[in-house]
T-cell receptor, first 113, second 111 residues
Framework: DAMVIQNPRYQVTQFGKPVTLSCSQT?????MYWYQQKSSQAPKLLFH???????NEADTPDNFQSRRPNTSFCFLDIRSPGLGDAAMYLC????????????FGPGTRLTVL | DAKTTQPNSMESNEEEPVHLPCNHS???????IHWYRQLPSQGPEYVIH?????VNNRMASLAIAEDRKSSTLILHRATLRDAAVYYC????????????WGAGTKLIIKP
């Protein structure tokens, strides 16, 4: 089945230690998104790629970076994680021909010690 | 950006219909209304969307008020597997990526 895959499902890092979360998709969608979701809150968009074009949300901290080396893969880099960055990180994809229906992965839960 | 307001939580009995309300009084004429749900420990999943007319699909129905200032997601026969957080979302018609999320309604299904 076509899907959005996130690895790892659970990630533990230390305060200030860089961490990378990965996402892959088999849907061949041209848009990929990274969201941050804190407990009991709605997902918050960090940035998205339309093909190779990177689009950062205005309030996304510089501490968060992303890479998309090809259509299938997208990475979220947190350069110096703080305690406030502990959250669920969700990757999603969409095709511009499908009314902005977004397909989400299961998420990576990040713990910062 | 237009916002949505939803009840924090709702309870329903299994195998009964569920009506989940959403207010979006500042919606603009080109905003689409989307609903997603998020089951425990999973990513959100698309449920349904519409612009002006009521919509039906295999998962649910979406009833949109004539003035578009509110909408209702209808689950015709809720099961225990429908227990989730349901998000009412606006998607600006001039954006092909933006979703403006509501706070969500936690739906509790009682057996």
């Amino acid at each position: 089945d076509a899907m959005v895959i996130q690895n790892p499902r659970y990630q533990v890092t230390q305060f200030g230690k860089p961490v990378t979360l990965s996402c892959s998709q088999t849907l061949n969608h041209n848009v990929m998104y990274w969201y941050q979701q804190k407990s009991s809150q709605a997902p918050k968009l960090l940035f998205h790629y339309y093909d190779k074009d990177f689009n950062n949300e205005a309030d996304t901290p510089d501490n968060f970076q992303s890479r998309r080396p090809n259509t299938s893969f997208c990475f979220l880099d947190i350069r110096s994680p703080g305690l406030g960055d502990a959250a669920m990180y969700l990757c999603a994809t969409s095709s511009l021909t499908q009314n902005n229906e977004q397909f989400f992965g299961p998420g990576t839960r990040l713990t910062v010690l | 950006d237009a916002k949505t307001t939803q009840p924090n939580s709702m309870e329903s009995n299994e195998e009964e219909p569920v009506h989940l309300p959403c207010n979006h009084s500042t919606i603009s004429g080109t905003d689409y209304i989307h609903w997603y749900r998020q089951l425990p420990s999973q990513g959100p999943e698309y449920v349904i969307h519409g612009l002006t007319s009521n919509v039906n699909n295999r998962m649910a129905s979406l009833a949109i008020a004539e003035d578009r200032k509110s909408s209702t997601l209808i689950l015709h026969r809720a099961t225990l597997r429908d227990a989730a957080v349901y998000y009412c979302i606006l998607s600006p018609g001039d954006s092909n990526y933006q979703l403006i999320w509501g706070a969500g309604t936690k739906l509790i299904i009682k057996p």
